[in-house]
């Protein structure tokens, strides 16, 4: 079992930043591939960016490349995400996810890659 708990969520103007972290509980964090995903009110979850294992392989959705960066300390059990130039289209709850299966790089934007999400963390980005 892996608890996330997700925080560095708030209130920022357009183009500013945000650092989102994710703590997971557990002794073998460095098993997991992560990700983030966001949900806006009134629309369905979407992912956001994903990183493997040892953090080396990262991916991202095109709307947010170039600004958001993920990584990952296994040695704090924790996963972040860098966000830059925030738009106001990036207001959403964003949640962290683990997952255990090893079919990351072919499904590593869909959510049934991941076994345990955090309870998220609110962004809210104002124009």
């Known amino acids: 079992q892996v608890q996330l708990v997700e925080s560095g969520g708030g209130l920022v103007q357009a183009g500013g930043s945000l650092r989102l972290s994710c703590a997971a509980s557990?002794?073998?964090?460095?098993?997991?591939?992560m990700a983030w995903f966001r949900q806006a009110p009134g629309k369905e979850r979407e992912f956001v960016a994903a990183?493997?294992?040892?953090?080396?392989?990262?991916y991202y959705a095109d709307s947010i490349k170039g600004r958001f960066t993920i990584s990952r300390d296994n040695t704090k059990n924790t996963v972040y995400l860098q966000m830059n130039n925030l738009k106001p289209e990036d207001t959403a709850v964003y949640c962290c996810?683990?997952?255990?299966?090893?079919?990351?790089?072919?499904?590593?934007?869909?959510?049934?890659?991941?076994?345990?999400w955090g309870q998220g963390t609110q962004v809210t980005v104002s124009s």
């Open positions: 557990g002794r073998t964090f460095s098993s997991y591939t």
């Open positions: 996810a683990a997952g255990a299966s090893p079919n990351f790089y072919t499904n590593y934007p869909r959510s049934r890659q991941y076994d345990y």
């Open positions: 990183l493997d294992w040892s953090g080396s392989s990262t």
